[in-house]
């Protein structure tokens, strides 16, 4: 049974960092992609970042050189560290996961932390 639980949420100024992690029980790492999103207020979610089941990672255009993706196999973590973070960067964060295959949707989610970054 898959279940996501993350943790790192918080408040921090700009120019600040932080790192979210995401604990994957039932993940399969040759099977599943994982994934997080984000979703400000009144916005739409938007993926923020994504290792696929290869192991490559993949971060939105408008997000790199400052987030980082990575995930810990051993003890089925999925972490994002966020650098220089902005007041733009202020949304709900939630890590997701799916099987890997073309058109595939992203069916399990977490429950989300909540990231504010003050000017």
């Known amino acids: 049974q898959v279940a996501l639980r993350e943790s790192g949420g918080a408040s921090v100024q700009s120019g600040g960092s932080l790192n979210l992690s995401c604990v994957v029980s039932?993940?399969?790492?040759?099977?599943?992609?994982l994934g997080w999103f984000r979703q400000g207020l009144g916005q739409e979610r938007e993926e923020g970042a994504m290792?696929?089941?290869?192991?490559?990672?993949s971060v939105a255009d408008s997000l790199k050189g400052r987030f980082t993706i990575s995930r810990d196999l051993r003890k089925s973590t999925l972490s994002l560290q966020m650098n220089s973070l902005k007041t733009a960067d202020t949304c709900m964060y939630s890590c997701?996961?799916?099987?890997?295959?073309?058109?595939?949707?992203?069916?399990?989610w977490g429950q989300g932390p909540q990231v504010t970054v003050s000017a």
């Open positions: 290792i696929a089941r290869d192991g490559f990672p």
């Open positions: 997701a996961l799916r099987r890997s295959a073309a058109g595939s949707t992203w069916p399990s």
């Open positions: 039932g993940y399969i790492y040759n099977v599943h992609d």
